[in-house]
């Protein structure tokens, strides 16, 4: 079955032959007599000149394919930037501790302030209580 976007077997791309089933094979020697080295090795190099242009439809055929799913996917995502003061889930980083079927997500978190690139925010744990953290110098710090 060839591949949908490439529209060639993984066989053909390699091998450059089609993959046919040892039931449907017919066996039909040529005779010997016939054979001459010179039409081989040019038949050989036309074969190879054939698969090279068929690996390079198949690549551009793909990059062709690619290009259709990345605008498709980039039609349905839409820009999203949060205020202050928003309620927010955040994806959980470290998930080789849990199950396969726990939330991927925690929270809520209050946005307490955007930075500048609008893709990077400050968050408030509202499960927490408010109180001051201390950095490394052991002072207390206001939260962002």
Aim: proline share 6%.
């Amino acid at each position: 079955m060839p591949n949908w976007s490439t529209g060639f077997t993984p066989f053909f791309l390699v091998y450059g032959a089609r993959c046919h089933h040892p039931h449907r094979c017919q066996v039909r020697l040529a005779p010997v007599t016939l054979y001459t080295e010179a039409e081989a090795k040019e038949a050989r190099e036309d074969v190879i000149d054939l698969l090279k242009e068929a690996r390079f439809l198949a690549l551009s055929r793909s990059a062709i394919y690619q290009q259709g799913l990345h605008h498709y996917h980039n039609k349905k995502i839409k820009p999203l930037a949060f205020l202050e003061r928003d309620l927010v889930l955040r994806l959980v980083q470290r998930t080789t501790v849990q199950h396969k079927l726990a939330s991927p997500w925690e929270g809520p978190f209050i946005v307490s302030k955007a930075l500048r690139d609008k893709n990077a925010y400050y968050l408030i744990d509202t499960q927490k209580s408010n109180k001051r953290k201390r950095d490394a110098s052991d002072e207390e710090t206001a939260r962002p």
